[in-house]
């Protein structure tokens, strides 16, 4: 049985910071065989202004095409009360919202301080539990999560002081938000401090902390996520191919590989449910479907070892 | 003070394996610049035979020129008691043997079963008493290193078994060598499996078990190195840019990069002694004395995070 959950978020993340277009149909292609291979969770776009974000602007149809893929937990970032009213509309699985611990992050990203995030999830909260109750009962609305992002540091600001992550964690799952992530957005995190962080987090929050996304623009993506896992984090979000890059870093990925992520952890006789093949087949299309695109990962391109068999 | 004791072995390792040639020169002015940055040793060389390997063919005169540095211990491999020899009369400071655990690997790399190898190592070990009895007692040969290469799989063999790992490393402890690694020479190993083999070894042969070889073939490099740190591991070798590269998998660098291995440890406050921005002076003169060599990093790329201090 699978002991590591992942959140495949190359669609979305990915994607949203892509040098060029992926075009629906290829995007559908593309999530298709990422589920065929086994990933159990798409975070399939993004509910943002599509003024804003072009590569986005089809969420609503992905996500309506990816609810018809059996099996497949289908996410979509939103960033506000608009978006999440979107992504019920669509009937998304699951909405994740991300909140900046580093304020300069926040007002830069969304023009709201993380308190006034705070309250945009709450609302989002409260809108579901009215929905909830207006068909009789029954928590029938999205799954809610919300990830603190630039929890490990800050482009803008720095470092970011740990119990801003802490205290902002807390006042996320007092909002009612059914499981929250850390996410080090920029690449900054290193692996004693992802360990302090999630303990930290998780001594106050309990198990409602469940993901790690992580980036690898400094190559410690796997490390990182290694950390995580040592500290008991059972759920990663990743990114088939590194893809998305950072704009600052030619060369470096973008979060964390999912390719090398699954061998990582298949190799320690850790299943993570996906097949390797497969994922190599999805990546095919992944290709296909944005050409121009530079990918990464380095399993892909070594090839697994000799002798090699998955624990799955 | 420094926690990790860098070995840097671009100029052997990565150079041997690189499809293009470094002049003497280059190679000179680069492991200087290493010192520089504060690597305290450096693997400069290999003491085979020229035609084999016309990279190397210039390591007397290289090991020459790095015992001028101050305060820098410089290394040689060799295979054999002939190049033992050499090492000897260029007066390094440190030699290293490799000592395939794999049969299969050990008879197409040296044409020696692991077995005649570690008597190939025990008759070094003699060479250099006698000699330091003949100079009026005393030790005043070179350290001597045996690594247990292939130890955690071998592209050939496949699997190589841990027990035939442990017994290997035992015999060379036996030997009176001074030191054993254990190395990834393909990039096989993962975190698991690094914590396990180290632990046993150690077990063993106690502080006798030093550095950790690690290749990033896979993307996993930093992940070994962290979970080596997490057993005791404290010494690691290294290599600049990745250099060297695995022939088979574009793309996939070569030994665990320097710059990414120095950014881990002085992020996580564990000081390696090493100067990220002079590290980064000695990077340009790789890549002025091997242009047309792909090299890797990540850090080197995205640059060192906003408001980061090293620990050292």
């Keep these: 049985m699978r002991q590591i959950h992942i959140c495949e978020v190359g669609p979305r993340d990915g994607l949203q910071n892509a040098q060029h277009l992926m075009p ?26 599509p003024k804003l974000i072009p590569a986005m602007a089809d969420t609503a149809e992905i996500v309506t095409f990816a609810l018809t893929i059996p099996k497949l937990k289908v996410v979509a970032l939103v960033p506000n009360v608009k978006g999440f009213e979107r992504a019920l509309a669509c009937g998304a699985h699951k909405v994740t919202f991300p909140v ?18 705070v309250e945009e999830v709450r609302r989002c909260v409260e809108l579901r539990a009215q929905l909830g109750a207006k068909n009789g009962g029954g928590n029938n609305g999205p799954q809610i999560e919300a990830g603190v992002a630039t929890a490990f540091g800050c482009t803008l600001q720095g470092v ?44 106050e929050i309990g198990d409602k902390l469940e993901a790690a996304h992580l980036h690898n623009t400094r190559g410690l993506g796997l490390a990182n996520a290694l950390a995580a896992y040592e500290v008991g984090v059972r759920h990663f979000d990743s990114s088939m191919g590194g893809l998305g890059g950072c704009p600052f870093a030619p060369g470096a990925s973008g979060n964390v590989i999912t390719e090398d992520l699954v061998f990582m952890f298949e190799s320690m006789g850790v299943p993570t449910g996906v097949d390797f093949d497969k994922l190599m087949e999805a990546r095919k299309l992944l290709v296909a479907g944005i050409p121009q695109e530079p990918i990464y990962g380095h399993t892909p391109m070594a090839g697994l070892p000799k002798g090699f068999r998955a624990a799955a």
């Design 100 to 117: 900046s611990a580093s304020r300069a992050h926040s007002l830069a990203n969304v023009r709201m301080t993380p308190e006034q995030m």
């Design 24 to 49: 629906t149909e290829a995007k559908q292609a593309w999530i298709a065989s990422m589920a065929a291979a086994g990933i159990e969770e798409i975070e399939v776009g993004s509910f943002v202004p």
């Design 160 to 203: 970011v002081p740990e119990d801003d992550v802490v205290r902002l964690a807390v006042m996320l799952a007092e909002t009612g938000a059914d499981c929250i992530a850390l996410a080090d957005t920029v690449g900054y995190a290193n692996p004693a401090q992802i360990k302090r962080i999630f303990s930290r987090v998780r001594k």
